[in-house]
């Protein structure tokens, strides 16, 4: 039987939710061009989830729309752009 290769692989520890409860408030945190935000992924909701390698990663918000935010991360010496809902999202704290 051929084993599967995809994107969830290997990722049971990344994607499993702790045991702490998470309300709604990430919907009331307003974002602005420029701000810093950290990729922390939420894995009950799989619309718009960035792929596990951006995980704990520091990105720059480049354009926010109604429902989602196009966030660039420097990924090497390359930047990727993750368009991802609020969820996936966290303000940068320090």
Do not use: A
């Amino acid at each position: 039987m051929p084993s599967s290769h995809g994107t969830r692989r290997k990722s049971r520890s990344v994607l499993t939710k702790s045991n702490k409860i998470t309300g709604i408030s990430y919907l009331l945190i307003e974002y602005k061009p420029g701000d810093k935000v950290v990729v922390d992924i939420d894995p009950s909701e799989h619309n718009t989830m960035p792929h596990r390698r951006f995980q704990g990663k520091v990105g720059i918000i480049e354009e926010v729309g109604r429902r989602t935010l196009r966030v660039m991360v420097k990924f090497g010496s390359k930047p990727k752009y993750l368009q991802t809902k609020l969820n996936h999202i966290r303000p940068i704290t320090g």
